[in-house]
């Protein structure tokens, strides 16, 4: 197959849909990458290292849309791309559909066969090609909210650790998946108090055997998330309906009550956002304010640190993009239900469930595209 990994164009987007190992792993069974020039370089992965794994470099995007049989990239495609995409082309990459009806359209018209990252699953449950980035971007939410609560920033001016003879700051994390564990491991180092919101009692139960009274769990509900709220410097919004537009958790009145200087650092906001005043930013200007309370709600959270993001996405991905060139996407899908569960838009019609409930689209079941 006729592999082709384009340069990302999305705002401060440095990741790279396949790192030179990757490549190797697809040239040595036989199939044949186009890299745009220049994919990697600014994570230190030059076109020299992509020629000697066997990768052809390719000096436009048109082109590589052209030649390729499967595109891979990492996030979603922006319009010019959608343009580019033609029926029978598989795309391979987080897409995050559910709040984006323009996305979702572009590809339904493209008669592509889409298969998101984000909605595919694993053997032991979860998502697995997600996971990374959740884990990037759950660590980095403690050190962005830390640096946003600084004075200069628009912050109160807190420390989350305090110092002696001064109350460390009051972390709360709504959520205690992949983004929100992560979360409160950095959280806990920091020497703040944390706080940890779910629904699941049998995750808090986990939780404080290995933490202890090193943080406080508490049952998710509208009383305990407002009162848990109220009384942050920082919250974390990590929660994920898989596929579906995130929940609204926290409402504009409740944010308009939050201590002013105060930090939200929306991490769901791929998926929509679980602060209702939240809305997509980027690192180029990664915070607004509502009602004093400083809004960091960057949709790509995980591009600011592209080389570490860059290897461990690839790690989770790189197997079912070997099963795709190899057996070609209807076998492929066939073979392994977890990949078929990543199937989100194929030949014009919407196979994924929530996508096609939140946007208003008919569902198509993936098992009846694939005879």
């Known amino acids: 197959m006729i592999v082709g990994v384009p340069k990302e164009i999305k705002n401060h987007e440095y990741r790279v849909g396949m790192t030179p190992p990757s490549v190797r792993e697809l040239t040595s069974r036989g199939h044949q990458v186009l890299v745009q020039k220049n994919a990697g370089t600014e994570i230190g992965l030059t076109d020299e290292q992509y020629q000697a794994v066997g990768a052809e470099l390719v000096d436009t995007a048109k082109e590589i849309f052209e030649r390729a049989e499967m595109i891979v990239k990492v996030k979603e495609p922006q319009p010019v791309e959608c343009a580019m995409l033609r029926p029978g082309q598989i795309l391979y990459t987080y897409l995050h559909l559910a709040p984006d009806p323009e996305q979702t359209a572009a590809l339904v018209k493209s008669g592509a066969i889409c298969i998101a990252y984000e909605t595919i699953t694993g053997a032991n449950g979860g998502l697995p090609l997600l996971a990374p980035m959740s884990e990037v971007a759950g660590r980095m939410s403690i050190q962005a909210g830390a640096a946003h609560l600084e004075k200069s920033k628009g912050g109160m001016g807190l420390l989350l650790g305090g110092v002696p003879g001064v109350a460390p700051a009051h972390i709360v994390i709504i959520g205690a998946g992949v983004v929100g564990t992560n979360a409160m491991q950095m959280a806990v180092g920091t020497g703040a108090r944390v706080t940890v919101l779910d629904k699941s009692i049998d995750r808090l139960r986990q939780l404080d055997l290995v933490y202890g009274n090193r943080i406080s769990t508490v049952y998710s509900n509208a009383q305990s998330i407002e009162e848990a709220v109220l009384s942050a410097d920082l919250v974390i919004g990590g929660v994920l309906v898989p596929g579906a537009a995130a929940p609204k958790l926290v409402s504009r009145n409740l944010i308009s009550r939050m201590k002013k200087g105060a930090v939200v650092v929306d991490v769901a906001i791929d998926q929509g956002g679980c602060f209702e005043t939240s809305h997509a930013t980027t690192h180029a200007e990664p915070t607004y304010v509502v009602d004093g309370v400083i809004h960091y709600c960057v949709a790509n959270m995980p591009g600011a640190v592209a080389r570490t993001s860059t290897f461990a996405l690839n790690n989770a991905t ?52 694939l005879n």
């Not at 060139?325 to 492929?332: D, H, I, L, N």
């Not at 073979?335 to 996508?355: F, I, M, P, Q, S």
Request: hydrophobic share 45%; glycine share 10%; with cysteine.
């Open 318 to 369: 790189v197997g079912h993009a070997i099963a795709l060139a190899s057996k070609g996407w209807k076998q492929a899908l066939r073979d392994d239900l977890h990949l078929r569960n990543g199937l989100n838009v194929c030949e014009g019609k919407v196979t994924y469930a929530a996508v096609a409930h939140d946007l208003g689209y008919q569902y198509v079941a993936a098992e009846s595209v």
